[in-house]
């Protein structure tokens, strides 16, 4: 079954700066965001993986969700 907020595979997203300005995300995080809002990220050798939530709608209903 296809999911429309995430693929089980991790990611390594570049945190490289756009430098246009500096509180801008990384090109990389913006378009994490469009295609893969939740994604898991790979982690560094023989580190836990993390999941990270990247949009501030998303976060908010996954944190009230009571269900």
Same mark, same amino acid.
């Given at each position: 079954?296809?999911?429309?907020?995430?693929?089980?595979?991790?990611?390594?997203?570049? @945190? *490289?700066? =756009?430098? =246009?300005?500096?509180? *801008?995300?990384?090109?990389? @995080?913006? !378009? @994490?965001? =469009?295609?893969? %809002?939740? !994604?898991?990220? =790979? %982690?560094?050798? $023989? !580190?836990? $993986?993390?999941?990270?939530?990247? $949009?501030? *709608? @998303?976060?908010?209903?996954?944190?009230? *969700?009571? $269900?």
């Amino acid at each position: 079954m296809s999911n429309t907020y995430y693929r089980d595979e991790p990611v390594t997203p570049s @945190l *490289d700066r =756009a430098p =246009a300005c500096p509180f *801008d995300p990384a090109p990389s @995080l913006t !378009a @994490l965001r =469009a295609e893969q %809002p939740i !994604a898991r990220l =790979a %982690p560094p050798e $023989g !580190a836990p $993986g993390i999941w990270v939530i990247t $949009g501030y *709608d @998303l976060v908010r209903r996954i944190l009230w *969700d009571r $269900g």
